[in-house]
């Protein structure tokens, strides 16, 4: 940034002195240069200049919510089932396994059992092993829309019966997509939303008779269940379970 | 059991820097989908490695892995090793502004600076992102980077000096 072969040498502390890295005899030795050279105060601007650009107009990514919400599940998952609780897990193919990713991955699938759910048992406990499989980056929506009448036209063909689709942006849970799942062997609609950075999978499919909502709680995933109007619907989140129950809640009346 | 133990203590040394770790891997690969490869990568490394962790700075720690394992994508891609579903991406990663500095002195003018940043070679990138995106010391950047502490601090100086729009006098 300047052109005197003299001030070579100054160069890397002028810099140094930028970035706060510079001890007190050479802060000293460069303060004396400064004053009379007008090419390295240049560089210092410049320096000063360059940074505060690239701090206000370049991007910092922050981590996608549902990469953030994968990786929870999957060290949650390798730090052991809950107490008490049987997570049912299949790991998904991943691609391009390197030795080290599968010794890890086969250190996570060892700590897990895979048992098919017992009959009769409720399956909030599928609803949360579906959801986390769900949450493997690229797995969580097939159809991705804040529309409602761009997902439920998406079932139309793929599910042989019609969800209910319902956006609730307003209420500060919006519809992010949907994709079809299966559910103790049957195809089941999965509805996508977001609650600040928490994902909410809600599966719905057709069931006769209503039930109240009922506040579930497996590997430290919330499962609020309900059924009405033809349907059964299961909320499952890492969110808390009021939230969850609003959610529901707000479902529940909104619902003819 | 111990294997679970290391993933509890895996997880509370990554999710804190986990945007740290994405933003480095998103500018390495400059593919938002590639990045989040690279994350998982990463942590599933991190996983197998934590024993190797001494307790002291956390995120360059985790840094250094996600760059290893950004550079091991992109040599996989290279390779041809995979083939892209789309072509477009793929031709990305290779570096096509492989002299930023002699299109600064063909008086060419940047776009904006995040296009500049994106086309200057990895090498010059990631300098600039560990120093000004994420306020790393010389220190910290030189155990990310692998270098001693001269290098980074010139390389650093590269790095600027690529990015510099042109304002004044060129003489070098």
């Known amino acids: 940034m300047t052109g005197n072969p003299a001030c070579r040498k100054f160069r890397l502390l002028v810099q140094a002195d930028h970035d706060g890295e510079l001890g007190v005899a050479e802060a000293a030795e460069l303060a004396v240069h400064l004053q009379g050279c007008a090419d390295c ?37 390798a ?16 691609r391009e396994f390197g030795l080290a990713a599968a010794a890890a991955m086969a250190l996570a699938a060892s700590v897990v059992l895979w048992l098919p759910p017992a009959p009769g048992m409720d399956d909030a406990d599928e609803i949360v092993a579906s959801h986390i499989r769900a949450l493997q980056p690229g797995h969580l929506t097939d159809v991705i829309s804040t529309d409602q009448h761009t997902v439920k036209p998406w079932f139309d063909g793929r599910i042989d019966y019609a969800p209910p689709v319902r956006d609730f942006a307003a209420a500060g849970f919006p519809l992010v997509g949907g994709r079809l799942d299966y559910i103790v062997g049957r195809p089941a609609a999965a509805l996508v939303y977001m609650r600040d950075k928490h994902v909410i999978d809600l599966y719905v499919w057709p069931h006769t008779g209503n039930a109240a909502p009922t506040v579930h709680t497996a590997n430290g995933y919330n499962v609020v269940g ?21 959610f529901g809640d707000l479902w529940r009346t909104a619902s003819p | 059991m111990a294997e679970a133990a290391d993933a509890a203590a895996f997880a509370r040394i990554a999710l804190p820097h986990l945007d740290a770790a994405y933003n480095l891997a998103r500018w390495l690969v400059r593919d938002p989908v590639l990045a989040d490869d690279v994350v998982q990568d990463a942590m599933l490394r991190g996983l197998t490695y934590v024993r190797s962790f001494r307790g002291d700075n956390p995120r360059a720690w985790l840094l250094q892995i996600v760059r290893t394992s950004a550079y091991a994508r992109l040599g996989a891609r290279r390779d041809a090793a995979e083939v892209p579903l789309d072509p477009e991406p793929a031709s990305e990663i290779i570096d096509e502004a492989a002299d930023p500095e002699a299109a600064y002195l063909r008086g060419e003018r940047h776009a904006a600076l995040d296009q500049a940043l994106a086309a200057l070679p990895a090498e010059l990138r990631e300098i600039i992102v560990l120093r000004e995106l994420e306020d790393m010391s010389y220190r910290d950047i030189a155990r990310v980077l692998g270098l001693p502490l001269g290098t980074v601090m010139s390389r650093l100086w590269r790095a600027r000096r690529a990015l510099r729009l042109p304002v004044e006098e060129t003489a070098r």
């Open chain 1, 41 to 77: 105060r240049a560089v210092q601007r410049q320096l000063a200049d360059l940074s505060a650009r690239l701090r206000s107009e370049v991007p910092r990514y922050e981590a996608p919510a549902v990469l953030r919400a994968a990786l929870q599940a999957q060290l949650a998952l």
């Open chain 1, 79 to 94: 730090s052991g089932p809950a107490q008490g609780t049987v997570v049912p897990f299949r790991a998904k193919p991943w």
């Open chain 1, 226 to 246: 309900w059924a009405g109007g033809g349907m059964r619907f299961q909320a499952v989140s890492d969110l808390n379970p009021a939230e969850l129950r609003q």
